[in-house]
């Protein structure tokens, strides 16, 4: 049974760990938690049986760390919205040029049966 949440709390903390350095780093906050979970679920069970692996203070290592970049990028990165005035003339520019592809199809020599 501990060697279950062992496993379990080092698979989440190094996808926490993976999820912290993608763009998408909020992400990483719940296999965190989970981490933290299982870490300290392993921990109580080893402490009961009277021997700490190492391992389980890596998880919690790896896990902080990656906490740590997490809320860091979400402090200091700025999400900056660019001229979206381009994107809707590109858009617009584009619906114009498929309605007129379909206007020039000639559909009238298809024949269904």
């Not at 992400?27 to 021997?51: D, M, N, Q, V, W």
């Not at 001229?83 to 040029?97: A, D």
Request: glycine share 2%; charged share 20%; aromatic share 8%.
């Amino acid at each position: 049974m501990k060697q279950v949440f062992i496993i379990l709390g080092l698979i989440a903390a190094i996808l926490t760990t993976i999820l912290a350095v993608l763009p998408l780093s909020n992400l990483a906050i719940f296999p965190a938690i989970a981490a933290l979970i299982f870490g300290l679920i392993a921990f109580y069970l080893s402490k009961k049986a009277g021997y700490v692996k190492k391992i389980i203070q890596f998880t919690f290592l790896l896990t902080i760390i990656s906490i740590s970049i997490t809320i860091y990028k979400a402090i200091f990165t700025k999400v900056e919205v660019e001229n979206t005035e381009e994107l809707l003339n590109k858009e617009v520019e584009s619906k114009q040029e498929a309605i007129e592809e379909l206007e020039d199809l000639d559909l009238e020599d298809i024949n269904i049966e």
